[in-house]
Nanobody, 121 residues
Framework: QVQLVESGGGLVQAGDSLRLSCVAS????????MGWFRQVSGKEREFVAV??????YYADSVKGRFSISRDNAKNTVFLQMNSLKPEDTAVYYC????????????????WGQGTQVTVSS
């Protein structure tokens, strides 16, 4: 069992930066692929970025602006978000998958409760 707790969301202006964090419980954190998704009310939850032991992958909408990283010693995954746009406004979720570099929601076994990011124009 893995428990995930996100933090770092908030209200910012367009062009600003935010850094989201997700702390995981459990002793096997380094073996999981960790992903970030986001969801706007009334819409499907969409993939943002994923990192495993050796690689990362991003949605086209955030490529070049967002960066995912992890600190296995601290059981933490980060999402650095730069040049934020109003369309980045959403609840951001951290998720853990047992293998691969997944981009589909159904491939993830564990989810956090989410943190709100609001970008004003």
């Amino acid at each position: 069992q893995v428990q995930l707790v996100e933090s770092g969301g908030g209200l910012v202006q367009a062009g600003d930066s935010l850094r989201l964090s997700c702390v995981a419980s459990g002793r096997t954190f380094s073996s999981y692929a960790m992903g970030w998704f986001r969801q706007v009310s009334g819409k499907e939850r969409e993939f943002v970025a994923v990192i495993n032991w050796y690689s990362t992958y991003y949605a086209d909408s955030v490529k070049g602006r967002f960066s995912i990283s992890r600190d296995n010693a601290k059981n933490t995954v980060f999402l650095q978000m730069n040049s934020l746009k109003p369309e980045d406004t959403a609840v951001y979720y951290c998720a853990a998958a047992t293998s691969g570099l997944p981009v589909l929601r159904r491939e993830y076994s564990y989810w956090g409760q989410g943190t709100q990011v609001t970008v004003s124009s």
